[in-house]
């Protein structure tokens, strides 16, 4: 069965620098989340779409952006990189069954910032 | 969505069942418990949800207590794939939402 697609899987950048993060839901899944894990923590949230619409949003920096396109994938900007962005971000995209949304993980990209 | 709280560590030995706790006090009516794991350098995979009765797939048994403050995930024969963290976490009916991630249980199994 087709997964969620992140790209690229590793990262590293330097401070100061930006960085594009690609997540390419499940077809016919309708909504992205994103989130972001540092080393040793859990996943926080950073930011939901919902048929191209930003639906909710966390703790997701200023510098950060995001957006859904018209197939459904989505991307995450970073700007002015900082270190303590290095961390794991994972995709997930959402299916509702039985009124309950599950949500399918993608595999992650590790973001390195120097 | 309501707090859960959960052991952050539980061992087990290969090929024996597994019983990791979660206990949510102030679950509402309408909240559905969710299961969710991370093997390691891995994204998060789902593995099951109920409401109020028991719920079994190919993954993992689900127990719910009969007043639904409290519940078990159960998995039956433990293998050395199933070392990861297990997060449970209670979402709303209809909240389509983000996920709030507790702190989890470190499961790790010994061969």
């Known amino acids: 069965a087709a997964g969620v697609i992140q790209s690229p899987r590793h990262l590293i950048k330097e401070k100061r620098e930006t960085a594009t993060l690609k997540c390419y839901p499940i077809p016919r899944h309708d909504t992205v989340y994103w989130y972001q894990q540092g080393p040793g923590q859990d996943p926080q949230f950073l930011i939901s779409f919902y048929e191209k619409m930003q639906s909710d949003k966390g703790s997701i920096p200023d510098r950060f952006s995001a957006q859904q396109f018209s197939d459904y994938h989505s991307e995450l900007n970073m700007s002015s990189l900082e270190l303590g962005d290095s961390a794991l971000y994972f995709c997930?995209?959402?299916?509702?069954?039985?009124?309950?949304?599950?949500?399918?993980f993608g595999p992650g990209t590790r973001l390195l910032v120097l | 969505d309501a707090k859960t709280t959960q052991p952050n560590s539980m061992e087990s030995n290969e090929e024996e069942p597994v019983h990791l706790p979660c206990n949510h006090s102030t679950i509402s009516g309408t909240d559905y418990i969710h299961w969710y794991r991370q093997l390691p350098s891995q994204g998060p995979e789902y593995v099951i949800h109920g409401l109020t009765s028991n719920v079994n797939n190919r993954m993992a048994s689900l127990a719910i207590a009969e007043d639904r403050k409290s519940s078990t995930l159960i998995l039956h024969r433990a293998t050395l794939r199933d070392a990861a963290v297990y997060y449970c976490i209670l979402r709303g009916r209809y909240n389509f939402n983000k996920f709030y991630f507790g702190s989890g249980t470190k499961l790790n199994v010994k061969p």
């Open positions: 997930a995209s959402s299916v509702i069954q039985e009124k309950q949304e599950t949500q399918y």
